[in-house]
């Protein structure tokens, strides 16, 4: 008997009705949410429609006798550029389990093996995203520029058709804790075959959830990769805590969310100081936000598009961090640090921000990855983040994990170990 798949599946028995070019896939800590056809596609005719566009297409499904539409998918780093959501009638929820606290695999293993002959290209080379990590540190003494969230990918080519339900099943199994997705992004194809560009990914970061006129956010920012040794484990996240660069990197996306935020809020919480945070694979520094909404009928989508994209993904100033990454950036992002989840009739929701994602086109999985860049950051500290980020979704493909550059003790000399990409 296979007990790992029997235990992955009494985890989450929503994830056997997955069928990933025609259903939409959202779990939150608390739920798992699964769309099946038939759908309606969202479109609007107007850039800064799509929240109104959504809530009225939601009023006529209900009109129309519909019990709890929602809006469920995705929108690109643009905005509306790109936006693949959905109408949705056909929804089934389930409560997840309680997960011990600080368990943040909720205990259980689950380990596919699928991966196979692959080719991993990266996207661009390494040597580009370390040059642009030092072009943004001139741009710091130049211009207004204060931070930027510089980005790269990985081209996985895999022989045969990647396993997109095993995929999706590894990373809600391994990142209970995360915001787990997975949405068909072809807009053109017919209703009942949503398409064969599918975005999937498990995400640490709430951009945020809205339920009445209740609101939390928890952003990230500032992050190291995880040892698999425990002492050296909890140093890293001690370090975290106590590394100005990365708390100045925080605080400034702190601070631009409490100032987007104010002016819909009857009362705010913040945090001084933010907390540590871990997935699989890495610690965050985060801060928990909560808010009390001035009109609660505003939709989480409004509010999510108000708000995005936070310095988290973009950088600050906002419009000067948005130039920034369209020169020093040479490759879209698409999909990659948009916003994911839903939003029903009231308005109340789940957005994420979209990152530890991948988009899955055939045989290809493009895997996405980016880092805060602030005065003081080190290109290849930078780097080794992204490679780091790159391993919750490579591991759920099965693909080897990425390694950070290691220095390696020799009799004679110090040399680099690993990292290819
Ligand atoms: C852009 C990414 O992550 C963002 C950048 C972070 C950082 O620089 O520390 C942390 C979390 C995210 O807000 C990503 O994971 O790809």
Not at 21 to 48: C, D, I, M, N, T
Not at 153 to 165: G, H, R, W, Y
Not at 321 to 343: H, N, S
Not at 382 to 396: C, D, I, S
């Amino acid at each position: 008997m296979d007990t790992t798949q029997n235990v992955a599946q009494r985890y989450d028995d929503l994830l056997d009705l997955y069928s990933q070019y025609s259903s939409l896939y959202f779990s939150s800590p608390s739920h798992s949410l699964l769309a099946k056809p038939p759908f309606a596609q969202l479109v609007s005719e107007r850039v800064g429609d799509i929240a109104q566009r959504a809530q009225e297409s939601l009023s006529i499904a209900k009109q129309l006798g519909f019990a709890d539409p929602i809006i469920m998918g995705a929108i690109g780093f643009d905005g509306e550029d790109a936006s693949a959501l959905r109408v949705c009638n056909n929804v089934i929820r389930q409560t997840k389990m309680p997960f011990a606290s600080g368990d943040a695999s909720g205990g259980i293993a689950f380990n596919p093996s699928q991966a196979g002959a692959h080719r991993i290209t990266p996207v661009p080379s390494g040597q580009v995203f370390k040059n642009s990590v030092n072009e943004a540190l001139t741009l710091f003494e130049q211009t207004p520029l204060q931070k930027v969230v510089l980005s790269r990918a990985l081209d996985v080519q895999f022989e045969s058709a990647p396993n997109i339900p095993l995929a999706l099943k590894s990373l809600a199994v391994k990142n209970p804790l995360g915001y787990t997705f997975a949405v068909p992004l072809n807009a053109a194809a017919p209703a009942t075959v949503v398409g064969n560009r599918v975005l999937i990914g498990a995400s640490p970061e709430l951009l945020l959830s809205k339920s009445g006129k209740d609101i939390h956010i928890h952003p990230l920012a500032g992050s190291i990769a995880r040892s698999e040794n425990p002492s050296e484990d909890a140093q890293k996240a001690d370090g975290l805590l106590q590394s100005a660069k990365d708390l100045y990197e925080h605080r400034v996306v702190v601070d631009a969310i409490e100032k987007s935020l104010r002016p819909f809020c009857k009362s705010l919480r913040v945090p001084r100081t933010p907390s540590l945070m871990s997935t699989a694979t890495m610690w965050h520094l985060g801060t928990h936000i909560t808010a009390e909404l001035n009109d609660e009928t505003l939709s989480s989508l409004a509010l999510a598009l108000a708000l995005h994209p936070t310095p988290a993904v973009g950088g600050y100033p906002v419009a000067d961090a948005k130039q920034a990454i369209k020169k020093l950036e040479q490759y879209p992002r698409d999909f990659f640090t948009g916003i994911v989840g839903w939003c029903n009739a009231q308005g109340d929701g789940e957005w994420a921000i979209t990152i530890r994602c991948a988009e899955v086109f055939n045989h290809r999985v493009r895997v996405y990855a980016g880092a805060g860049v602030v005065a003081g950051s080190c290109a290849e500290k930078e780097y080794a983040e992204t490679a780091a980020k790159f391993n919750t979704v490579l591991n759920a493909f099965g693909v080897k994990p990425v390694k950070e550059r290691v220095p390696k003790q020799t009799k004679s000399k110090v040399s680099e170990e690993e990292v290819h990409v």
